[in-house]
């Protein structure tokens, strides 16, 4: 199994900044793509921002130009820096990353995602 865990979240006022992180460990062969989601109470899981092995990144609308999403591929690890943050920002994150695990007969695909971590944008 991969296992993904994040930290980083917390309070900050509006126009505040925060910093996620997120590490995968487990029997790890490769990481393809790596991101952040988003729920909000009574909302759907959103896409915030996923980044590729290669670097390539994607952001929501929503969060483009205040968002930056970044990877240690070294580390298995992913990060969210969030500036200019906003009431409507407030959700829980949870890291995702697919790609191939070890296994007992070589290897598998994986996907997995963390447990989560409280974002609350508020004055």
């Known amino acids: 199994q991969v296992q993904l865990v994040e930290s980083g ?4 006022q509006p126009g505040g900044s925060l910093r996620l992180s997120c590490a995968a460990s487990g029997r790890i062969l490769s990481i393809n793509g790596m991101g952040w989601y988003r729920q909000a109470p009574g909302k759907q899981r959103e896409l915030v921002a996923t980044i590729t092995s ?13 968002f ?4 240690d591929n070294a580390k298995n690890s992913v990060f969210l820096q969030m500036n200019s943050l906003k009431p409507e920002d407030t959700a829980v994150y949870y890291c995702n ?5 070890y296994s007992d007969f070589g290897s598998r695909a994986f996907a997995s ?9 508020s004055s």
Do not use: H
Request: cysteine-free; charged content about 20%.
């Open 9 to 12: 979240g917390g309070l900050v």
């Open 54 to 66: 290669g670097g390539t990144v994607n952001y929501a609308d929503s969060v483009k130009g205040r």
């Open 68 to 71: 930056t999403i970044s990877r």
């Open 97 to 101: 990353a697919d790609g191939r695990r």
């Open 113 to 121: 995602w963390g447990q989560g971590t409280q974002v609350t944008i």
